[in-house]
């Protein structure tokens, strides 16, 4: 059974571009899950998508949002990016009731911002 | 507003050593609590879930451990082998948070097994 899958694993940007980052969960998950990970801030939650709806959402500023479409691949897009957007992004997903569930994580996308 | 703190921030130990990670939250009403392992610049492997209602749980040489009224957990390493070696993560998942996937996370505990 194929894992989370994450593309792309690497990007580089430049101030002020925008980027979009896939993830496509384990077959019949209908959750994906998305978070930051930087060495001083650790590991923040972004936002959660449960068939198609956004369910929860971190704090972070309306640059960042994100979608899932019908076969519960999920993209997130970060316009306007800052040099503080450099980080590991990681995707999880889950059958859809994650309180009792285990989440299972991509291998991550690393966005650098120049 | 739930924080999860963990602690050593690093441990180093010789190979066969058994050793014990701690994580504390400060807010006891949690669905559930796991434990995660993070090789670097790769993504997380859960390891162990442990529900609300739930004490502890097994998997191999680990066992994690619950204790919601003094905001604690632990996670239990027999036997460490250099394979071990990682960043091992706790995180909490928050009633505040819903029904949903939010977890807090804590800072990590990065182990080193020395053979």
């Known amino acids: 059974k194929a894992g989370v899958t994450q593309t792309p694993r690497y990007l580089i940007k430049t101030r002020g571009q925008q980027v979009t980052l896939s993830c496509s969960p384990i077959?019949?998950?209908?959750?994906v899950s998305w978070y930051q990970q930087t060495p001083g801030q650790g590991l923040q939650f972004l936002f959660e998508y449960f068939s198609e709806t956004q369910r929860n959402k971190g704090n972070f500023p309306g640059r960042f949002s994100g979608r899932q479409f019908s076969n519960s691949r999920s993209e997130m897009n970060v316009s306007t990016l800052e040099l503080g957007d450099s980080a590991l992004y990681l995707c999880a997903s889950s059958l859809g009731r994650p309180t009792n569930e285990k989440l299972f994580f991509g291998s991550g996308t690393q966005l650098s911002v120049l | 507003k739930q924080e999860v703190t963990q602690i050593p921030a690093a441990l180093s130990v010789p190979e066969g050593e058994n050793l014990v990670l701690n994580c504390s939250f400060t807010?006891?009403?949690?669905?559930?609590l796991q434990w995660f392992r993070q090789d670097p610049g790769k993504g997380l492997t859960s390891l162990l879930l442990i529900q609300s209602s739930q004490r502890e749980q097994t998997s191999g040489r680990l066992n994690a451990s619950l204790d919601k009224s003094s905001g604690r957990s632990t996670l239990y390493i027999a036997a460490s082998q250099p394979g071990d070696s990682a960043t091992y993560l706790c995180?909490?998942?928050?009633?505040?948070?819903?029904?949903?996937?939010?977890?807090?996370f804590g800072q990590g505990t990065t182990l080193q097994v020395k053979p």
């Open positions: 077959s019949g998950h209908r959750s």
């Open positions: 807010d006891s009403a949690i669905y559930n």
């Open positions: 995180a909490g998942n928050p009633f505040s948070s819903g029904n949903t996937g939010k977890l807090i």
